[in-house]
C-alpha cells in the first residue's frame, strides 16, 4: 500500500477526527519541509555574505598594508634626505670652521708682525 491508498482508506473507513489528525500530520511534514528548505537558504545566504564580507576585509587589509608600506618607504626616502642635507650642513660647518680658525691664525701672525714692527719704530725712535 502506498501513501496515496493509505490516505484515502482512513478517509472513507475512519471516523473524521482521524482523517483530521492525519491532515494535520501531513501539513505538519509539509511545513516541516518547507521550514527546512528556507533554513537551508537562510543558511546558504548566510555563508554567502559572510564570503563577501571577508573578501571585502581582505581587500581592505591588502590597501591598508599598501598604504602603510608606501607611507613607510616615504618616511625612509624623507629621513634619508635630511640625513644627507645634515651631513652636507655639518661638511659645510666644519670648513667655515677650518677657515675661521686659519683666520685667526692669520690676525695673530699679523698682530705679532703689527707688535714687532711697534718695538721696531720704538727702537728707532729711541735711537735717534
Known sequence: MDGGTAISEMLLNAPPLVAFAGYLIWQSKSQQQRLDKLHENWITQINDLEAKSQKREDALRLRYDDVIQKLEG????????????????????????????????????????????????????RVK
Open 74 to 125: 616615504e618616511r625612509l626616502e624623507i629621513a634619508q634626505k635630511y640625513i644627507e642635507v645634515v651631513q652636507n650642513m655639518s661638511a659645510k660647518v666644519q670648513a667655515l670652521s677650518e677657515k675661521i680658525n686659519s683666520m685667526a691664525l692669520d690676525v695673530k701672525t699679523l698682530m705679532n708682525r703689527i707688535n714687532t714692527v711697534e718695538n721696531d719704530v720704538s727702537r728707532i725712535k
